[in-house]
């Protein structure tokens, strides 16, 4: 069964810093891989999202990911972020078909991002 | 906004009562898929439609229970409510083709059991 592990619940940057989160994939077939974003009392908004097309997967607000399979991991980048930024983010796998399911998604526990200024 | 309606936005209520929450797709979507976020579980897929029949069944408890309608809407109704119910439930939507499909989230349903 497909699963995400998102390392480190909280990460705490500056403003202007790197943003870096970490997720690793488990899967039995090539996955197709999502990050998500949660604001505060806010529904999920999808970030990105690779489905085999390219490796480095450019998202919105400045966000990108890259599929390493060597590595299962699917980490999300921003190269500087910003107070805006503050908020849940979300790895998630897709099912993939199995037991008659298609396209549900997989979460993991999610990581808060704190930008400090 | 994002097209995914959900009613109520919050919701308190006592242990052993039942709730129903509603959900109406984004205009076009055929399939809808039901989450629950809570501290400790995170977010948990419970079940999915797509054009009025289930298609897949994830942590749902048997005291749920959902449906979808003609309309397209879906409903998850939660009876038996204990404690450890309490908790953000979220309705998305999709067009339901292939397993790369985005979903698009509601702002969620919070449900208070007291």
């Known amino acids: 069964a497909q699963s995400v592990t998102q390392l480190g619940s909280h990460v705490s940057v500056s403003e202007g810093a790197l943003v870096l989160l970490r997720c690793n994939y488990s899967s039995s077939v090539p996955p197709y891989l999502f990050w998500y974003v949660q604001y505060p009392n806010q529904g999920l908004q999808l970030l990105l999202k690779?489905?085999?097309?390219?490796?480095l997967v450019k998202g919105i607000n400045g966000f990108e990911a890259e599929f390493k399979k060597s590595e299962t991991s699917f980490h999300l980048t921003k190269p500087s972020a910003h107070m805006s930024d503050a908020a849940e983010y979300f790895c998630a796998v897709s099912d993939g078909g199995y037991g008659g399911s298609q396209g549900n998604l997989i979460f993991g526990k999610g990581t808060k991002l704190s930008v400090k200024p | 906004d994002s097209g995914v309606t959900q009613t109520p936005k919050h919701l308190i209520t006592a242990t052993g009562q039942r709730v129903t929450l509603r959900c109406s797709p984004r205009?076009?979507?055929?399939?809808v898929y039901w989450y629950q976020q809570s501290l400790d579980q995170g977010l948990q897929f419970l079940i999915q439609?797509?054009?009025?029949?289930?298609?897949a069944k994830g942590n749902i408890l048997e005291r749920f229970s959902a449906q979808q309608f003609p309309d397209l809407h879906s409903e998850l109704n939660l009876s038996s409510l204990e404690l450890g119910d309490s908790a953000l439930y979220f309705c998305?939507?999709?067009?339901?083709?292939?397993?790369?499909?985005?979903?698009?989230f509601g702002a969620g349903s919070r449900l208070t059991v007291l």
């Open positions: 690779y489905t085999s097309a390219a490796t």
């Open positions: 439609y797509y054009n009025g029949e289930e298609r």
């Open positions: 205009s076009g979507d055929l399939s």
């Open positions: 998305a939507s999709s067009d339901g083709r292939g397993w790369a499909n985005v979903l698009t």
